[in-house]
């Protein structure tokens, strides 16, 4: 009996449908008869991405690739890229779960995946290793227990998250939940919703300090708001649009510093229909609506999204759900009690400090439980639906760090939840600390990985961990972030201490660095982003943070927040501290280097096969690259200074020296003449398609030649932040192409769907 018939009734008409027409679809595509990017779209949609096919391998949490080939009987690679074992995204709304769900998740884990549960930083899970043919099952009994993958991926309105605390806050304004579900429910398979040049995503907060909603780099971001009128207090929200990490990163624009609550729904429908219009669609790198607010200008986009209001027919979903706010709240499973006096369990303290919140109701507590990696197993999971039953029945949700929150745990079983955790291995304490670490998947299953995020993650969770009780306070609340290439799905842009992948050609070989993103706030909904002072050999970043964080406790002045901290040092302190850390030795004196963490293989096999000239060439082209990561970061120390011309010059003299310098491997005396550089590199590396390379269809190429073209001044400080992010991604480029010529087949990224699977979540 197959799933559809054992399931019967209980997957809902709608839901039902749409897995059958799939299921059709695959094998309709297995016959050929469907367009293979009609296909991918379609996938997508239903939450399916190809991953990175790496034997098999996958970092187990504790810095070793161990193979974890999923257990529905694959043994060896595919036969094609079409059959290769994928990854399956599973949308989970504001995050909530309940015990049912939890139990069928570790189940099909189990059976499609190779065991684990990952927990995505949209609050999302995501299951690797599943077979396309498989998916139409697992779909069904998912819906089953009332979840769907509809829409997780692809260019659609993507999971909508919420606070975790959302409801129980002691800071926050309401609660924020119904307003996340309503807005979920009613944007799914909007028809409006439908024709989008890339992924929107949403956000909701309950206050505006915090950290929980993320709201400044969002597409669309609502913060909780109240306001007095005749009739009493009204709700609504402060609205922040435009915002998005990727490569180039965007701040929100405040499009209503109060939209009354019946306008959300409408609103959402009103941008999603000017998106849809406006947005770009052949040039997927600059295809968000981030893109398209910078371009229009928020007054603009503003009167746009208004006008297209006005002209909406009535809906009375728009409405409906508000006469009933109170569906989502939680009921306890318990009393509230208050936890009587000390617990004699064995480390109870150290992880009740990280680890639980006191509710703003009396006697009740949230429990984190801190996953490594995001990840939990299949048993963990199964274990944990049981815990949640007996203490605190449906009240679970997932975290955008990637953990997994225990609300309404009445305070007087804190003690024995806390066995019951210790014993499926779920009471790690550092929960929200700098030793709870998130990171993408990297070169683990994305096909655009670069350097191992993970594999750093857990050797920087293995050392900050081991010393947790000896932390400074004020560096124990930090937040590291890291992604495994430039696109951010780590959110190393909005961390306190953030890293990203990149390789660099040394000594005839390609070395996994990192480079240390600085000036980042994670708290005030993501309040300011940070920019890279630097690459550092992937050997050397736990190095790096002990320096950065040892130099803030011994220099911070009192009560200044880390974020102060690095501003008032200025990135050119920092950068000096680091300087030394850069070097590469050579390969027969330290082989680590040239290996990435959590892999014993080298990194970039292959040394380089050429002549002397070439060499000379080559150490040329260095000089230049070397030239340029000097001007970038010159450039960012000018627009600390508020020198936003003089930055702007050098964010572009820096794209030129490096064009200049990949001009050198073919053409030793090219002039210093900018638009002899530009035509020269056009002509050898970008019509010729090799500086396209794997980097999505040479968008870092656009950046310079939009640069070039450019001739008015910039249009201010966040114009020119952006430069010089687009003139690092040149950068970072331009060596993977140095390393490719130079034979050096590390230097080149893996290839896959750029624009699709640039983001985890």
Known sequence: MTWKDRL???????????????????????????????????????????????NGQRNDGNGVKALAFPSNGLTKGPDTVWDAPGMQRIKIPFGGLNPEQMDTLAELAEEYSDGICHITTRQDVQLHFVHLDDTP?????????????????????????ACPLAGVCRDETFDVTPYARASMRFLLGHPDAQDFGRKFKVAFSGCRQHACGLVNMHDFGAIAATRETAEGTERGFEVWVGGGLGAVPHEAKLFDPFMAEPEVLPTLQAISRVF????????????????????????????????????????????????DLSSTDEQPLKDGQPLDGEADASGFAAWARSNVYRQRQPGYAVVTASLPLGDITGDQLRGLADVA?????????????????????????LPALYRELDGIDLARPGAQSIGDITACPGTDTCKLGIASSRGLAAELERQLRRRLD??????????????GCFNSCGQHHVSDLGFYGVSRHVHGRVVPHFQVVLGGKWVENA?????????????????????????????????????????????????????????????????????????????????????????EVVSLTEFDLAGADSQIFEAQLQLEAGNVAAADGLAYAAMLQAARGLVKTEFVDVPDDPDRIVAEFRTRFFDTGVFLDRFAGGKFAQYLFRRHARTEPPAGAATVRQSIEEAQLFLEATHACQARLAGTPGGQVAAGEPALTGSPA
């Open 8 to 54: 019967g009734d209980r997957i809902p008409a709608e839901l039902g449908r749409e897995i059958d027409t799939f299921e059709n679809q695959i094998a309709l595509k297995r016959q050929g008869r469907i367009d293979d990017k009609v296909f991918a779209e379609t996938r997508l949609r239903r939450g399916a991405y190809g991953q990175r096919y790496d």
């Open 137 to 161: 099952a697992l779909m069904r009994r998912l819906a089953a227990v009332g979840i769907t993958t509809r829409e997780a991926c692809g260019n659609t309105v993507r999971n909508v998250t």
């Open 276 to 323: 849809a219009r406006l947005g770009e669609k052949r040039n997927r790198a600059r295809a968000r609506i981030k893109f398209l607010v910078a371009r229009l200008g928020i007054d603009e986009f503003r009167r746009l999204v208004e006008e297209e209001r006005r002209g909406l027919a009535h809906d009375e979903r728009w409405t409906a759900w508000l006469a």
């Open 389 to 413: 039953r007996r203490y605190v029945g449906d009240t679970v949700r997932t975290t955008v760090e990637q953990n997994i929150v225990l609300r309404w745990v009445r305070e007087s079983d």
């Open 470 to 483: 000896t932390l400074d306070d004020a560096v124990r609340d930090l937040r590291i972030k890291i992604s």
């Open 527 to 615: 309040g300011a982003y940070g920019l890279a002072i630097g690459a550092v050999p992937a050997r050397e970043i736990p190095e790096v943070v002990r320096r950065i964080t040892d130099r803030f406790v011994g220099e911070r002045q009192p009560h200044e927040a880390f974020h102060a901290f690095t501003t008032r040092i200025g990135k050119r302190a920092l950068r000096e501290m680091l300087q030394d850390l850069m070097a590469v030795p050579d390969y027969e004196t330290a082989p680590d280097y040239y290996r990435d963490w959590g892999d014993p293989r080298e990194f970039g096999i292959g040394d380089m096969g050429i002549g002397e000239c070439a060499g």
